[in-house]
């Protein structure tokens, strides 16, 4: 009896649902997110109706089945938020490293086929690594490490479990951006031309502004035609402000007004595009130094942050650049892009092995959200799941 009436209730709730899905929303409040157009009505207004329901395909399934969902218990209704984000960024994770993950796992599940662990196997895995873009040192350092562990490797599966394990204590966790610690935070974005700088701006600017901050972005690139436009489109896009000159104009002078507009409309954080590659003969470096001075006379420990952007379809070649920014700038972070279009995402390991310089952010995508901070075990998941 005690079945019999909870599924009567649970058919009188569905019942009830079904029909509170047919009624108009009467209540004369907007939605989130809509606009009003010049004539008054909201853009959902002005589009075409959207097609009634349909009794047939759109209903519930059976009572029985609402009975026995998980959702219906609070402990685990509060946990499922952040069980499905963190399933959602590790499968845009894996979907953006898959070119790396097929050369990986596969290539690893191959070698495995009618063999043993021994020394022979553990070279070709060696060079399996290398392939992959790990670097000479790091792959030694690694397979170093799971040779003393090799005696308890028996197939492929604790293989990856041994090189997951050992890469996410060779890449630890780091700090965030210091993006709370003063106001305004001055963000520095470095990098040559063709690594995304520009596109990795307007993201994060729509990651703060997405979090609450109130962001400006300076259009310091004043060399490149098309940097200046780009900015103000992903500013417009994410809310953000932007200052901006003629084309042409001197860098160092973007970045100090567009310091002094963030501090006169209180803003939360600024963000300084810079040029890639110039026109002149002026140096690289000497002005990037140049606009770095500029932001010191407005707020003395600026730029709080400098990011260099790298391509990580470059491999090693980045690796190169990296050293050779932060000699000359003082690089605190980096941001790898375009990690989707390349088979050698073991970059990303080298990288964190050979510089002392956290990662803060990787490019998996064309979508604002696949710019995502930079999680070493989640990473080594992507990898080998």
């Not at 899905?21 to 989130?32: A, I, L, Q």
């Not at 436009?229 to 932007?242: K, M, N, P, T, V």
């Not at 209180?266 to 002149?280: F, M, S």
Request: proline share 5%; aromatic share 4%.
């Amino acid at each position: 009896m005690a079945w019999f009436g909870r599924k009567k209730k649970n058919k009188e709730k569905k019942d009830t649902l079904q029909k509170d899905e047919r009624m108009p929303d009467v209540s004369g409040e907007e939605k989130s997110g809509t606009e009003i157009t010049e004539n008054g009505t909201s853009e959902k207004e002005a589009g075409k109706d959207a097609p009634a329901p349909n009794p047939e395909t759109d209903a519930p399934e059976p009572a029985a089945a609402e009975a026995e969902s998980p959702a219906s218990d609070p402990a685990l209704t509060e946990e499922m938020p952040q069980q499905e984000e963190k399933t959602g960024l590790l499968f845009r994770l894996k979907k953006g490293l898959s070119k790396t993950r097929e050369v990986l796992t596969t290539d690893i599940d191959d070698l495995f086929l009618g063999r043993k662990p021994d020394e022979e196997l553990l070279e070709d895995i060696e060079e399996l690594l290398i392939t992959s873009d790990m670097g000479v040192q790091t792959t030694m350092k690694l397979m170093e490490k799971v040779g003393k562990r090799s005696a308890g490797i028996s197939n492929a599966k604790e293989l990856k479990q041994v090189l997951k394990s050992e890469i996410c204590a060779l890449i630890k966790k780091r700090e965030p951006l210091s993006q709370n610690a003063v106001k305004p935070c001055v963000i520095m974005v470095i990098g040559v031309n063709g690594v995304g700088k520009t596109t990795t701006i307007g993201k994060l600017a729509a990651r703060f502004s997405a979090e609450g901050k109130k962001v400006l972005v300076a259009a310091a690139d004043t060399f490149r035609a098309a940097a200046v436009e780009q900015l103000s489109i992903w500013a417009e896009r994410s809310g953000a402000d932007i200052v901006k000159h003629r084309e042409n104009a001197d860098p160092a002078a973007v970045a100090f007004d567009a310091v002094q507009a963030a501090a006169a409309r209180d803003k939360d954080i600024v963000i300084v595009d810079t040029a890639g590659r110039l026109h002149t003969k002026v140096n690289l470096m000497e002005e990037l130094k140049k606009i770095r001075r500029a932001l010191s006379k407005v707020i003395p420990d600026a730029p709080h942050e400098i990011l260099l952007v790298l391509d990580a379809t470059t491999g090693q070649n980045a690796l190169s650049q990296a050293r050779m920014f932060h000699k000359e700038m003082g690089v605190t972070g980096l941001i790898l892009t375009k990690l989707d279009g390349t088979a050698k995402g073991g970059f990303v390991i080298s990288i964190c092995d050979s510089l002392d310089i956290p990662i803060h952010y990787i490019g998996v995508g064309e979508q604002t959200d696949d710019l995502q901070p930079f999680d070493p075990g989640r990473y080594a998941d992507a990898l080998f799941s």
